[in-house]
């Protein structure tokens, strides 16, 4: 895994956060042998205070400062690592220097926004350079990621192993129970007042095809309604029910396009 071109493996970024902590205390025990991780945010000190508390496999990883506010710090943390992956968000507020940064310096990116919005904007003004450096732009790495994407694929794998044919539309519903953490609630937040203040965004959040490379050539639908409850409202509050539509044009192979949830992703900057 390691390059000499590159001081680090794994940069976690924003790894003093309560996400962060957890993609940190993963790695210290779950990293192959040799894999030269780092920790980075803004602030040193409770960088070390996080790294004390960790399996000690991790008690000597680096620790990196970089403020997202400071191009010059993330142009450095970018160019010293082979994959960055970002729990610093609202994205919408801090995420996209960091994508920039990666971008420019042909450094793998994985983030677990669900801002449709900032995904959006990442595609527009990144993708072809990530493409001329070869940086991998990979967003949305959690949950809105691992029911609907992991399960229709485990599905599309099912069904060829039974001989049923292709794919063409799925359906999943998961629900979910606990409590979101403050970056999350600040995600949702913050693109909540965007939506609120630009109609454009408001209609690019709702469509279903948002994140389509070729946005023309999809069909015209509205995001239908979660199937258990058609047209109700989702409110918080004990275990919630989410639905994500995913269609997969004539089969689920490597080369089709599908959608899933407010941020389906084989998006353009992830190759």
């Given amino acids: 895994m390691a390059d000499a071109a590159r001081e680090f493996d794994i940069v976690v ?13 993963y790695l210290a025990c779950a990293a192959p042998a040799g894999t030269r991780i780092a920790l980075a945010g803004r602030s040193a000190e409770r960088l070390r205070r996080v790294r004390a508390e960790l399996p000690a496999a991790a008690h000597d990883w680096p620790v990196v400062e970089a403020d997202s506010t400071d191009s010059a710090a993330l142009a450095a943390l970018a160019a010293s690592t082979r994959v960055l992956a970002t729990t610093v968000g609202p994205y919408m507020r801090h995420g996209l220097p960091v994508v920039a940064a990666c971008a ?11 801002e449709i919005v900032f995904v959006r904007r990442a595609i527009d003004e990144f993708d072809a350079l990530a493409r001329t450096t070869g940086a991998r732009i990979v ?9 609907s994407d992991l399960a229709t694929l485990l599905l599309h ?4 192993a039974d001989g049923a044919g292709a794919l063409r ?14 970056g999350t609630i ?3 937040l913050g693109q909540v007042e965007a939506m609120r203040s630009d109609p454009a965004l ?22 239908p309604p979660t199937p258990s409850r ?3 409202p989702r409110t918080g509050g004990g275990p919630r029910r989410s639905s994500w539509p995913r269609t997969t044009p004539g089969s689920c192979g490597a080369a089709t396009r599908c959608r899933a949830g407010p941020t389906a992703v084989p998006c353009a900057t992830a190759r």
Avoid: K
Wanted: aromatic share 6%.
């Fill in 169 to 182: 539309d799925v359906r999943l519903e998961a629900t979910m129970s606990g409590g979101m953490s403050g």
């Fill in 230 to 232: 058609p047209g109700a």
């Fill in 139 to 147: 967003h949305s790495c959690g949950y809105d990621s691992i029911p």
């Fill in 202 to 223: 408001r209609r690019l959040a709702a469509d279903p095809f948002a994140l389509s490379p070729d946005r023309d050539a999809e069909p015209t639908v509205a995001s």
């Fill in 157 to 160: 794998e099912r069904a060829a």
């Fill in 13 to 25: 970024y924003g790894a003093s956060g309560f996400v962060g902590r957890l993609v940190a205390e």
């Fill in 186 to 188: 600040a995600s949702i």
């Fill in 104 to 114: 420019a310096a042909g450094t793998h990116y994985a983030d677990l926004t669900g």
